[in-house]
């Protein structure tokens, strides 16, 4: 729970009015980008207004769902004598009214930054990222001392700066494919469509975690509690154990081809380049091209979720032997995610200082 509100910029060590974090909002946005891959006409055809609409109706039942079951969990520790005129179910009814508020307030903060502010909406959660990095390490799965020695501390900074050079070559890293101009001087022409490594970006961990810890959220309900489902439950979704590894590692994989091609679309770049008369050389306008733009995109996606499996499992399988080596599975994906966010915020102030330059007249 804890590295899921890391990851969140949530809070489960108390309740406050933005406990929830930024987990109902992401939640929604997984399911919301989902339905607009199947390309259903009925989707396609909503207008801004009412997709917001549905997100925010989408957002405002997972705030519910989530502040139910973090109420189970601090049940224990709520005084109710403090407030002797109310019943404990309308306790409970007021701890929920002020959880769902703080967490549409943070969504509506989120997509107010996504549309006049830097960084979009993962800049809100960098803070809580930098702050609980050294507590993902040290405590995250274990709370071990191999980190805390002068050795271990020497292999840890190495290991960072190798991981730090990897991701930054392979996030900055593209497949480039050349574009046929019709309407240009071929001297001149230097266009291409680039498919980036890491098409996926920091999304599929920030997401694994998120709907990795959504199933553990029923070990809080105590009906549940010494039940063979909740065991099954526990099993295939705990760090701790190689169903669990094998699942998150699963979840990982679809999100990574998932939220890849979300980022790039291929049937709307193929149809871009047919209306304008831009071709790929060989390649036949339309279906042939977005069936060669797929295939390029398919084998950047094996290559990326190559790199984020080694990264996201192999802590964890080793940790199942030493247990401390598990908490570098969230270390370096705290760090990747803060890579991809810096990045974000560079490109943007980039773009707000370079546009003041460029005159009409």
Known sequence: MRIFANMTAGNATK??????????????????????MLDIDAIKNLSAKQAGF???????????LQSFTIIAHFKESIVYSDVAILSKNEIHLALMTILVTGGMIVSYIADMNMKKGIGKQMVIILPGLLANIPAMLFSGQTAGGLFTTPLGLGILALVTIAFLYISVFLYRGEYRIKIQQTGMDVTFENSYIPIKVLAAGALPFMFGVTLFSIPQLLTMIPSLKGSTFLYIIT???????????????VILTILGYGFSHVNIRVHDIAKSLRDSGDYILGVMPGEETEKYLRRRLNIMIVMGNIYMLIVSLAPLIIGLKISDVSNLAFYFGSIFMVIIIVDSLHEDIRFMLAKGHYKLF
Not at 15 to 36: C, E, K, Q, R, V
Not at 235 to 249: A, E, H, P, R, W
């Open 15 to 36: 309740l406050t009015l933005f406990s929830l974090g930024l987990g109902p909002y992401m939640i929604a946005l997984i399911l919301w980008s989902t339905l607009t």
């Open 54 to 64: 549905i997100q925010r109706i989408l957002t405002f039942m997972f705030c519910i």
């Open 235 to 249: 099993q295939m979704f705990s760090y701790t154990s190689l169903l669990g590894i094998i699942t998150y590692g």
